[in-house]
């Protein structure tokens, strides 16, 4: 499958561009489908492009995890770098004053509480305040458009709207950014004006793997396509006190701690036969993050049949069971991050319900009974139908 990204397209519309001022919302993982990073590729064309603004993890894609992202200005084109994730989230009417038109070309991993996608929603924000047009330079879902695939829960935003999920939108939601900024639009931004470059050759049922010759590292613990495909059910571990990976080569693809019953685990979720995930007794030994520096014992999850996987499912049950087999070890966690200094009510932030650690107090057959009904998100696929564009 060739697919061409909105920035292709967006690269031959010179014409229609050539005397506005631009900037661009970007990172170094947002390139064309040649893996030359949009910011090169648009400066080297020609586009009058004045200034850069940069999410989490900054234009580098290199900043660590929830921390806050300074200013700067960039060794590739020399444009100053506007952090949306440091003094503020959102560009303010200063920085839009000298420009006539803002392009947005950013990366997702198709989860709700990966950030780059609030930032869209604060740069759309702004845009549609000070009558700035907006164009999308969209990309595919490599999680697959298969809206089937979509799982909850749902975010209550009266409760837990926070900077990793601040709308209503299912935790995998099987969009692509230009099908999410259009249904906004209508539903909550009627007077921006926006503009979405379609990408070409994808079609809703494929994932990255099959797209995408190399995957291009979206942050730096994303770092391949198995990681993406695992995220929405392993990045719940951050509210936990297991590792999540971080600090390893593999990050988002195994659990552990240097007190977990790894073998027994692995015995217990195999059994479960959730479709299209298998788990594999290891040991690893994290430079950073949770036990850095210690030996601990883990799962490593290997993703076997893609169009089958429910990673928030899979996800959640084998929290259930680590909560069940060592309640003595086991243990929520706070996740300070810039957003969130104090880091509470860090798994109610990522699964967007409220009072959601005490679902695992549920004796097992309730919990998965519940943990159905909250996954599955049916009407989603019918909200989200008019505005698909693929």
Same mark, same amino acid.
């Given at each position: ?6 920035? *292709? ?17 970007? =990172? ?34 290199? &900043? ?6 300074? =200013?700067?200005? *960039? ?29 947005? @070309?950013?990366? @997702? ?26 164009? #999308? ?17 749902? #975010? *209550? ?11 209503? #939108? ?39 793997? @099959? ?12 770092? =391949? ?9 392993? &990045? ?26 790894? =073998? ?62 060592? !309640?003595?070890?086991? *243990?929520?966690? !706070? ?19 409220? @009072? ?6 549920? !004796? ?24 698909? #564009?693929?």
């Amino acid at each position: 499958m060739q697919v061409r990204f909105g920035v *292709d397209i967006f690269l031959k519309q010179l014409i229609d561009y050539q005397h506005q001022r631009l900037a661009l919302v970007t =990172n170094q993982a947002a390139t064309t489908s040649t893996y030359i990073p949009t910011r090169q590729a648009l400066y080297s064309a020609g586009f009058n492009l004045v200034k850069l603004f940069s999410p989490e993890h900054g234009l580098e894609a290199i &900043g660590e995890d929830g921390r806050l992202i300074p =200013n700067g200005i *960039d060794a590739l084109t020399g444009l100053p770098i506007i952090s949306l994730y440091g003094d503020k989230l959102q560009p303010t009417a200063d920085d839009l004053a000298d420009i006539d038109t803002v392009i947005v @070309d950013l990366p @997702d991993i198709g989860c709700r509480f990966y950030t780059y996608l609030w930032t869209l929603t604060h740069v759309m924000e702004a845009c549609a305040l000070h009558q700035k047009p907006l164009v #999308l330079l969209d990309r595919p879902n490599p999680l697959s458009g298969n809206l089937r695939l979509s799982e909850g829960p749902m #975010l *209550d935003e009266n409760t837990c709207s926070s900077f990793i999920g601040r709308w209503s #939108l299912p935790l995998r939601h099987s969009c692509t950014f230009g099908e999410l900024a259009t249904y906004w639009q209508q539903q909550r931004m009627l007077t921006l004006d926006l503009q979405v470059v379609k990408a070409k050759g994808w079609h809703r049922e494929a994932f990255s793997r @099959d797209w995408q010759s190399s995957f291009v590292p979206t942050s730096p613990a994303m770092v =391949n396509a198995e990681a993406v495909l695992l995220y929405p059910g392993l &990045g719940l571990l951050e509210a936990t006190n297991l590792s999540e990976g971080r600090g390893t080569a593999t990050p988002f693809q195994l659990a552990g701690a240097p007190w977990l019953d790894a =073998n027994q685990l692995v015995q217990q979720f195999n059994e479960l036969n959730l479709a299209g995930v298998v788990g594999r007794a290891i040991t690893f030994t994290p430079q950073s993050g949770k036990y850095a520096g210690q030996l601990c014992r883990g799962v490593m999850f290997h993703v076997t049949e893609p169009t089958h996987f429910n990673p928030v499912l899979s996800g959640l049950l084998f929290i259930k069971l680590v909560y069940d087999h060592q !309640p003595d070890q086991f *243990d929520w966690a !706070p996740y300070p991050t810039h957003v969130n200094p104090t880091g509470k009510h860090h798994l109610d932030k990522l699964l967007g319900i409220p @009072d959601s650690e005490s679902l695992f107090e549920l !004796p097992i057959a309730s919990f998965t009974k519940t943990l159905h009904k909250l996954v599955v998100c049916e009407a989603w696929a019918g909200e989200v139908n008019p505005y698909l #564009l693929y």
